[in-house]
C-alpha cells in the first residue's frame, strides 16, 4: 500500500498505519507509544523497532542510476586494487575504543561526538575559523573522488569575489575513483589546516573516499589552526570526524564543482555565510518554499548530520555519529525508497534516532520509488514518528541548484508547531 506525504497530512493517517502494521511485521506484544501527527489529530502507534525490507536481490533498479557530479569516477584503464599504496610514512595512529563519550558529549552539547572515537575527544569548547574577508585565502582540496575537468573556471569565480585562491598538490589528482592515496588526500588536508596563509577550505567535489582517511588526519593540529572546511555529500564523513574528534565547527554549502557566476539562491548564502562572524539567525529560505512539521514540538542543540548514505556507512565504526541531544540533518540523492529505508532503520537501530533532540530532512533528490512501494515521503514520515522527536522536512540542503549555508555544531532550535510553517533558527555564530 502506498501512502504519499499529502494523504497523511489529510488525515488517513490512522488508516495507513493500521495497514502497515502487519506489512512492518509488528509483533502485537511490542511495546508501544502514541505520537502525533502534524495537522491531522491523529496519532500514530509508534513500535519497538520499524519495519524492514528484505534484499531485493536481482529486481534491479528500473528507474536506472542518476548520474550528479557526485556519482564516483571509475577508471577505464586498469589500476592497482583499490588499497593503499606501500606507506614510506610514519605509521597510522592505532585506533583506540573509547567508552563513555556520549555522556561527556552531552555536557558539552555532543553534535559531533563519534561513538567509540580513536582518539580522546577534547572535553573543551567548540571551536570556530575565521570569517573571511577581501584578500584571504581558500585552499582547495580533494578529499574524495577527482574532478573530472578543469578547476580555472570555478577559481576565477572565488576570485571575484574578493579571495585568493590555493590549489593543493593532489586536487588535481586521480588514483582510481580516488583523488590520489588516502596518504595523500589526507597530508593536502592536514597541510592546509597548519598553513596559517589559508584561511578557509573548500573541498573540489564529493563521490566517494572521505571516510579512509579518518584515521590519518592530524586532530589535534587541526584543533590548533581552526578554519571552516566547507562541502557536503561524501564530505559528511569529514565534517562528523572533525566535530568528534577536534571539536571544528564545519559547513555544509556549495562546493567548488558547484560554483556559478550568476546570483543564485546558493551563491546569495554561499558569499553571505563566508562572510559573516555573526549569527545566521532564522535560515533562509528560497523564495516559494516553507520549511513544514511531521512532528510538532520545539527543541534546541547543535547541528550535526548529513548525507544519509555516509553516515549509515559510519554506523559500528570509530567514526559513528554518536549525536545526543544534536539536531540532526538528513539528505540524500539517486537512492530508492526501499534504500533510503533500510539506512534511516540502521540509524534507527543503533540508537541515533533515539539519542537526537529533533531531525530536519533535507533534500531527497531523485530518491523515488517501485510502483506499489511506499514512497520517500512515507519512510522520512515514518522514522521521524518513531524517533517521537520535533521532525520538519523541506531544509534547502543537499544535491540541488537550491543549496543552502548551514553550519555544524552551532547551537539551533527547531520550532515545529502542529498547524503552520515551521522554522530553524540558527543562534550561534559559525565563524570568529
Known amino acids: 500500500m502506498v501512502c504519499t506525504y499529502k494523504e497523511i497530512l489529510a488525515g488517513t493517517a490512522a488508516a495507513v498505519l493500521l495497514a502497515l502494521a502487519p506489512v512492518c511485521g509488528y509483533a502485537a506484544d511490542n511495546a508501544a507509544a502514541d505520537t502525533k501527527i502534524a495537522g491531522t489529530g491523529q496519532t500514530e502507534i509508534s513500535r519497538s523497532r520499524p519495519w524492514t525490507y528484505e534484499e531485493e536481490g536481482t529486481k534491479g533498479n528500473p528507474t536506472g542510476t542518476i548520474a550528479t557530479p557526485d556519482t564516483p569516477v571509475v577508471s577505464s584503464t586498469p589500476h592497482p586494487a583499490p588499497g593503499r599504496r606501500a606507506r614510506t610514512g610514519t605509521a597510522r595512529p592505532a585506533v583506540r575504543q573509547t567508552r563513555g563519550a556520549a555522556s561527556a558529549a552531552a555536557a558539552d552539547g555532543a553534535a559531533g561526538t563519534v561513538s567509540g572515537t580513536a582518539a580522546a575527544v577534547p572535553q573543551s569548547g567548540w571551536v570556530k575559523g575565521p570569517a573571511l574577508k577581501p584578500g584571504d585565502t581558500i585552499g582547495i582540496v580533494a578529499p574524495a573522488s577527482p574532478v573530472t575537468g578543469p ?4 577559481v576565477k569565480i572565488l ?3 574578493g579571495y585568493q585562491v590555493k590549489i593543493a598538490p593532489h586536487a588535481r589528482t586521480r588514483y582510481g575513483y580516488l583523488a590520489g592515496t588516502d596518504e595523500e588526500r589526507a597530508q593536502d588536508l592536514n ?6 596563509t589559508v584561511q578557509a577550505i573548500l573541498c573540489a567535489r564529493g563521490g566517494y573516499g572521505s571516510a579512509r582517511g579518518l584515521d590519518l588526519l592530524d586532530y589535534g593540529s587541526i584543533r590548533k589552526h581552526p578554519k571552516l572546511l566547507i562541502g557536503y555529500s561524501d564530505i559528511t564523513a569529514l565534517q562528523t570526524a572533525l566535530g568528534a574528534k577536534a571539536r571544528l565547527v564545519t559547513v555544509s554549502s556549495l562546493m567548488l564543482d558547484r560554483l556559478t557566476s550568476g546570483n543564485s539562491y546558493a551563491m546569495q548564502q554561499f558569499k553571505a555565510g563566508l562572510a559573516t562572524n555573526q549569527p545566521l539567525g532564522a535560515f533562509k529560505m528560497p523564495s516559494g518554499q516553507t520549511l513544514s512539521t511531521i512532528v510538532p514540538g520545539t527543541a534546541t542543540g547543535r547541528l550535526a548530520g548529513g548525507n544519509l548514505s555516509v553516515l549509515a556507512s559510519l554506523a559500528g565504526t570509530p567514526y559513528a555519529l554518536d549525536g545526543t541531544g544534536c539536531i540532526l540533518v538528513l539528505e540524500e540523492v539517486g537512492e530508492e525508497s526501499y534504500r533510503v529505508d533500510r539506512m534511516l ?4 537501530q543503533s540508537g541515533l534516532l533515539h539519542r537526537v533532540a529533533a531531525i530536519c530532512y533535507g533534500q531527497f533528490v531523485g530518491c523515488g520509488n517501485q ?6 515521503d512515507d519512510v522520512l514520515i515514518h522514522y521521524g514518528v518513531l524517533s517521537g522527536k520535533p521532525v520538519i522536512k523541506g531544509l534547502p540542503v543537499g544535491h540541488s541548484s537550491v543549496n543552502g549555508f548551514l553550519p555544524y555544531g552551532v547551537q539551533a ?3 515545529a508547531p502542529e498547524d503552520g510553517a515551521a522554522s530553524l533558527v540558527i543562534d550561534e555564530a559559525h565563524a570568529r
Do not use: I
Open 191 to 196: 597541510d592546509f589546516f597548519a598553513d596559517d
Open 413 to 415: 532550535t527547531v520550532t
Open 151 to 154: 578547476l580555472d573556471p570555478y
Open 371 to 376: 510502483d506499489g512501494d511506499f514512497t520517500v
Open 345 to 348: 532503520n540502521q540509524l534507527y
Open 159 to 161: 576570485q571575484s569575489l
